[in-house]
């Protein structure tokens, strides 16, 4: 069975430009999540889908922040203009609709210069 | 979901059994434990959780005391591959619930 698939692995940028990125789910999984993980800290749930719905987007900066799920399946993160701040590895898992074990993807590592 | 506690870090000889501890006092009657770890440059991966019984699966064994303030996950027989961060979280079940982690536990096995 495939895992979730996430692209790009790495990405450099530098502030005030723009940035995406994208996951692929497991097959079947209804539900996606986008978490925001700061070197030596543990990750933090930015974003969850159910289907093409968000579930709880409560810890994304909407300011600057996107994510869509249109088709409910695959899914992008925007970030749009980024900081210095949002250097971080962007993890997408994913899980079957009111499952508890979800399945992480191996994440993005994003630097801004 | 209830605030656990666990060491920052843990080291243990190949071979041996790695036995790591979680504080979870405030848990509540309906909160499982969940454990996941972190290989470097991975996503997290789910180990194993619980509820009241004690559990065990292919990966590791979790210990969870009477009365549900604490737990161990017993990795039988580490391998340099355990090298890892393990987190422990306490979590109610249900469409909406989340995983909030922590720092976790960064286990070293060596030689």
């Known amino acids: 069975e495939a895992g979730v698939a996430q692209s790009p692995r790495y990405k450099i940028i530098e502030k005030r430009q723009s940035v995406a990125f994208w996951c692929n789910p497991i097959s079947g999984h209804a539900t996606l999540y986008w978490y925001q993980q700061i070197l030596g800290q543990g990750p933090k749930l930015l974003i969850q889908f159910q289907n093409n719905g968000v579930v709880d987007d409560s810890q994304l900066p909407k300011d600057r922040f996107s994510a869509e799920r249109l088709k409910g399946v695959d899914s992008t993160l925007k970030i749009q203009p980024a900081k210095l701040e949002d250097s971080a590895v962007y993890l997408c898992?994913?899980?079957?609709?009111?499952?508890?074990?979800?399945?992480f993807g191996a994440g993005t590592r994003l630097s801004v210069l | 979901d209830a605030k656990t506690t666990q060491p920052t870090s843990m080291d243990c000889a190949e071979g041996r059994a790695a036995n790591l501890p979680c504080n979870h006092s405030?848990?509540?009657?309906?909160?499982?434990v969940y454990w996941y770890r972190q290989i470097h440059s991975q996503g997290p991966q789910y180990i194993i959780h619980g509820l009241k019984n004690n559990e065990t699966n292919e990966m590791a064994s979790l210990i969870i005391t009477e009365d549900r303030k604490s737990s161990t996950l017993i990795l039988p027989h580490a391998t340099l591959r355990d090298t890892a961060v393990y987190y422990c979280i306490a979590l109610y079940t249900g469409t909406a619930s989340k995983l909030t982690f922590g720092t976790g536990t960064r286990l070293q096995v060596t030689l």
């Open positions: 405030t848990i509540s009657g309906n909160e499982y």
């Open positions: 898992a994913s899980s079957l609709a009111g499952g508890n074990i979800q399945y």
